[in-house]
């Protein structure tokens, strides 16, 4: 039985839920928050090396990151594919999803210990990352449609991606920054209140909603 390890809180470890779920593939989840160290669940570091969450422990070891854990549960469970047939298609997909993951998520996560602690970023940093992901929003709207899925008909692994981060990267920026890069993206409202609509989305936003308080409990106790 395949194990996700992380809490449903977390955007990265709902990128590995959600694809199980449109998967289909039956799994285990075991919480362990962030932060692994000395005082807290040093054993995780043998499984994920940085302390990330999610890691999946399948029959073969620990594997974390979530793309790699989307990678390898498409290459191992082929059946209800989150990627499209053929190499261009599948290598546009990953330029999506590369974009959503380092040119959205990870410029927007600059800003997220400032939305929980309620402070201002530095100058440089909030100018840094309302361009950043402006240009982000920018380019994924060059990639995509919004009529149906991302890439076409068929739900893929970008789709995922984008009903997951897009939304904490809206938070993120309009709570911190009074920034929303999406909104003169056309479609996109209407693409992501669709996606909403699915119970695999909705079983994963009912798992965050009863996980949240557990942990800010957890980053109250070791990150203040
Ligand atoms: N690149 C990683 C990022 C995962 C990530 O940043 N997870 C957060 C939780 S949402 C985390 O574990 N943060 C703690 C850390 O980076 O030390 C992935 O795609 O899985």
């Given at each position: 039985m395949l194990r996700l390890h992380g809490f449903p809180a977390s955007n990265y470890y709902n990128i590995a839920r959600l694809a199980l779920l449109e998967k289909g593939l039956p799994f285990e989840e075991v919480v362990v928050y962030t932060g692994a160290n000395d005082s807290y669940r040093p054993d995780y570091l043998d499984m994920s090396p940085l302390g990330r969450v999610?890691?999946?422990e399948t029959e073969h070891g620990f594997?974390?990151?979530s793309r790699a854990i989307v990678d390898y549960l498409e290459?191992?469970?082929p059946d209800r594919p989150l990627y499209p047939e053929g190499a261009f298609a599948r290598?546009?997909?990953l330029e999506l999803t590369q974009i959503i993951d380092l040119d959205l998520e990870l410029q927007a996560r600059r800003v997220l210990k400032n939305f929980f602690t309620r402070s201002k970023?530095?100058?440089e940093v909030a100018a840094e990352v309302k361009e950043n992901t402006s240009k982000g929003a920018r380019g994924l709207a060059k990639l995509v449609s919004f009529d149906r899925f991302l890439l076409g008909d068929q739900l893929t692994a970008a789709d995922i991606?984008?009903?997951?981060h897009i939304p904490v990267v809206r938070t993120l920026c309009?709570?911190?920054l009074e920034h929303d890069p999406f909104e003169k993206i056309d479609g996109l409202d209407a693409y992501l209140a669709r996606m909403e609509e699915r119970q695999t989305v909705k079983n994963v936003r009912d798992a965050t909603a009863k996980n949240f308080p557990e942990f800010i409990a957890h980053i109250?106790?070791?990150y203040s």
């Amino acid at each position: 039985m395949l194990r996700l390890h992380g809490f449903p809180a977390s955007n990265y470890y709902n990128i590995a839920r959600l694809a199980l779920l449109e998967k289909g593939l039956p799994f285990e989840e075991v919480v362990v928050y962030t932060g692994a160290n000395d005082s807290y669940r040093p054993d995780y570091l043998d499984m994920s090396p940085l302390g990330r969450v999610p890691c999946l422990e399948t029959e073969h070891g620990f594997l974390s990151e979530s793309r790699a854990i989307v990678d390898y549960l498409e290459q191992a469970y082929p059946d209800r594919p989150l990627y499209p047939e053929g190499a261009f298609a599948r290598a546009k997909l990953l330029e999506l999803t590369q974009i959503i993951d380092l040119d959205l998520e990870l410029q927007a996560r600059r800003v997220l210990k400032n939305f929980f602690t309620r402070s201002k970023p530095a100058g440089e940093v909030a100018a840094e990352v309302k361009e950043n992901t402006s240009k982000g929003a920018r380019g994924l709207a060059k990639l995509v449609s919004f009529d149906r899925f991302l890439l076409g008909d068929q739900l893929t692994a970008a789709d995922i991606a984008a009903v997951v981060h897009i939304p904490v990267v809206r938070t993120l920026c309009k709570g911190v920054l009074e920034h929303d890069p999406f909104e003169k993206i056309d479609g996109l409202d209407a693409y992501l209140a669709r996606m909403e609509e699915r119970q695999t989305v909705k079983n994963v936003r009912d798992a965050t909603a009863k996980n949240f308080p557990e942990f800010i409990a957890h980053i109250q106790k070791h990150y203040s």
